[in-house]
Structure formats: C-alpha cells, structure tokens
C-alpha cells in the first residue's frame, strides 16, 4: 500500500498490530476511537475509521467487502495533524 510510504517507518508495526487487533473481531461495532464516517467520504461510501497512535494522529479508514461479508478492506492510512489529514503525502479533505 503505497499510503504507507509517507508513513516514518517507527510506526508500521503499530500500524500492522493495531490493523490486526482493531479490524479482527467486531469492526464495525462503535468505540471511542473506532466509528463510522457521517458524511460522504473520499474513500467511498459506509467507510469507518480507528483513530490511534500518539495523539490519535494515525487514521485507517475501511469497509467492509461487498463480496464477503467477513472480510474488511483498507481503504487509506494516515496521518492527521490539527485539522490536516495526510494520505500518502498529499492533504486529503474529509469530514469525521
């Protein structure tokens, strides 16, 4: 995923073991850091985020398969500072 590439590389195996652990069991039951996106988004519809990292800067947004109702895709990863979301080096625009 080239999303990752933008990302210091101190953070890939938080970002792997948080994926794992997060996107396991129950994705897409709502937690503090874990929710759905209200609004439209430039990852494409019903796409939820897991805000984690230091400061809860790290973002990874994703859905569920249409063909299988088990499996989650990863749509983005990223990094979120202020009001700045960053998605392989380039500022994305998203409403949470």
């Not at 997060?22 to 609004?39: A, G, V």
């Not at 990852?43 to 800067?57: A, K, L, V, Y």
């Amino acid at each position: 995923m080239r999303h990752l590439d933008a990302i210091e590389a101190k953070y890939l195996g938080l970002i792997r073991t948080t994926i794992k652990e997060q996107l396991s069991y129950e994705p897409f039951d709502e937690t503090t850091n874990r929710k759905p996106l209200l609004r439209q988004s430039p990852f494409g519809d019903n796409i939820w985020e897991i805000r984690f990292g230091p400061q809860n800067r790290l973002r990874v947004f994703y859905c569920c398969d249409p063909d299988e109702a088990r499996r989650v895709l990863v749509e983005a990863i990223g990094v979120k500072r202020g009001h700045r979301l960053t998605i392989g080096g380039q500022e994305v625009k998203y409403e949470s």
